[in-house]
Nanobody
Framework: HVQLVESGGGSVQAGGSLRLSCATS????????MGWFRQFPGKEREGVAA????????VYTDSVKGRFTISQDNAKRTLYQQMNSLDPEDTAMYFC????????????????????????WGQGTQVTVS
C-alpha cells in the first residue's frame, strides 16, 4: 500500500550540505515510524535517524548527531533528512523506510538492517562526499 521514493542525493564537497527527500504515498502521520538508513559498500545497512510521525520525536545514531536532522512535512507527505558538515565517511547509499506497526518505536527502527518483516523500503539515493 505504501510506496517510498527517495531523492536529493548527489555529489558534494566535504563540509557541504544536502537535503534528502522521501515521498510517500500515504500521510506521514499514518506511517507511524519512519527513518533514514545508509549502506556503505561491503557493509550491512545501518540506521541513521528515525522519527515517530505522530509527535515528531526523533533519534539519531551517534555519528550524525548535530549534523543531520530528520523532519517531516505532513501536507507534502514527505520525509526529509538535512545533512550538514558532510564528511567523506558519509558517502553511502541512503534509504528511507516506514514501519507501519501500531507500536513501533524509533529507537527500535534504528537498529534494523533491512531484512525485517513489515518494513517498507525505498530504492535508495546515492550520496558521495569528496
Amino acid at each position: 500500500h505504501v510506496q517510498l521514493v527517495e531523492s536529493g542525493g548527489g555529489s558534494v564537497q566535504a563540509g557541504g550540505s544536502l537535503r534528502l527527500s522521501c515521498a510517500t504515498s500515504a500521510d506521514t502521520t499514518k506511517t507511524n515510524c519512519m527513518g533514514w538508513f545508509r549502506q556503505f559498500p561491503g557493509k550491512e545497512r545501518e540506521g541513521v535517524a528515525a522519527i515517530y510521525t505522530g509527535d515528531g520525536s526523533t533519534v539519531y545514531t551517534d555519528s550524525v548527531k548535530g549534523r543531520f536532522t530528520i523532519s517531516q512535512d505532513n501536507a507534502k507527505r514527505t520525509l526529509y533528512q538535512q545533512m550538514n558538515s558532510l564528511d567523506p565517511e558519509d558517502t553511502a547509499m541512503y534509504f528511507c523506510a516506514a514501519d507501519l506497526g501500531y507500536h513501533c518505536r524509533p529507537p527500535v527502527l534504528l537498529t534494523f538492517k533491512g531484512g525485517e518483516q513489515g518494513i517498507i523500503w525505498g530504492q535508495g539515493t546515492q550520496v558521495t562526499v569528496s
